[in-house]
């Protein structure tokens, strides 16, 4: 199977990134939520305040995928905080396009995430998956992750801009 | 009554620490709060804060029957969405039970709202313990939808041992 390496996303690789991103989204059924775009993903990854951080997964040229490209996977995660524990590392999006699966792309990502979370003194690391995902479920409860939804009861929620917007004329208090 | 709704400065977080210990509590799950407020100071007043704090002030004229002056809080920090860009995420909000009722919820949460606007946010994201009631009905009432009912999405972490095995297979 193809060689890899793993390294920190440049401001080139946005272009695959975003490619990457969609191609999550449509395995999640949610494709046309995207509405992303690479300059914002230049902006905010690679500005003076990054709001995220990114390692991809290259093959060498001559393993190079059907349509041509050598960026074959991505993590992208941030630091979050909770005030129980400090620090944590957060995984926004972890994904290996469906022809490299298998040669252990998918394993090294996440040792390395696990490895940065330690070193940086995180005390856990954080993600959500959507529940009829039950081959990310199973991915990860074999390497030791568990479900806090199920084990504690905690749900998701969103607001959003409108609501958001909404609650910003409601900010005066006496 | 007067409240102020400001951000926190280091010197709060000694109170801080105070309430978010009384909302673990009401969690039922205050043997879970392993950090305190030397943490807390180091971690949100460098140079490069993780999380930002609001804190809800009395007068001392309206102080609480124990003595405090700081009666609510809330604690968020910015995320990001492969989908939708920056977004806030508010991991703590609270009030302390002899304010409620006042609009301090609302108002803390409503500066929370400015602050993500401001950093041209598109999004508040939160979670909620599925038995709490009053913050299910508070969240509701302001918007929020439900994205683990809705959509199915799960909390997982890698804790302790089990991140620590899973670094240590790192090549």
């Known amino acids: 199977m193809a060689n890899f390496i793993l390294r920190k996303a440049e401001p080139r690789d946005v272009s695959d990134i975003l490619r990457l991103i969609k191609e999550l989204a449509k395995f999640e059924e949610m494709e046309d939520q995207v ?60 994904y290996v396009m469906k022809e490299y699966r298998g040669s252990g792309i998918g394993s090294e990502i996440l040792k390395k995430l696990s490895e940065t979370a330690v070193r940086t003194r995180c005390s856990s690391m954080h993600f959500i998956v959507v529940e009829w995902n039950k081959t990310a479920i199973d991915f990860y409860k074999r390497r030791g992750a568990s479900d806090l939804s199920l084990e504690e009861g905690w749900r998701l929620f969103k607001i959003d801009k409108q609501n958001l917007l909404k609650m910003t004329s409601e900010e005066r208090t006496g | 009554m007067k409240i102020t709704i400001r951000p926190a400065k280091p010197e709060d977080c000694k109170d801080i620490e105070r309430m978010i210990m009384e909302l673990a509590v009401y969690e039922k799950m205050p043997d879970q709060v392993k950090i305190s407020h030397k943490e807390l100071e180091r971690d949100g007043f460098g140079p490069n804060p993780f999380y930002q704090c609001l804190v809800a002030e009395v007068p ?27 977004t806030v995420y508010m991991e703590d909000l609270y009030v302390m039970p002899e ?60 804790h302790g041992i089990a991140l620590d095995n899973l670094a240590q297979e790192a090549p």
Request: glycine letters at 8%.
């Open chain 2, 60 to 86: 001392e004229e309206h102080m609480s029957k124990d003595g405090q002056t700081k009666v609510g809080y809330a604690l968020f920090f910015y995320t990001y969405s492969t989908w939708k860009g920056r």
């Open chain 2, 99 to 158: 304010y409620r009722g006042k609009g301090i919820g609302k108002a803390l949460m409503a500066t929370v709202a400015k602050v993500a606007k401001e950093k041209h946010c598109v999004r508040l994201q939160l979670s909620v313990l599925d038995w709490n009631k009053p913050s299910l009905d508070f969240y509701l009432a302001k918007g929020a939808e439900d994205l683990t009912a809705k959509e199915g999405w799960h909390f997982l972490r890698f």
């Open chain 1, 35 to 94: 509405i992303l775009t690479e300059k914002d993903l230049l902006e905010d990854g690679f500005g003076d305040h990054p709001f995220y951080h990114c390692i991809v997964a290259e093959v060498p040229k001559q393993h190079q995928s059907a349509d041509g490209h050598v960026i074959v996977g991505f993590a992208m995660y941030y630091f979050t905080y909770d005030p129980w524990i400090g620090k944590l590392l957060y995984l926004e999006d972890f």
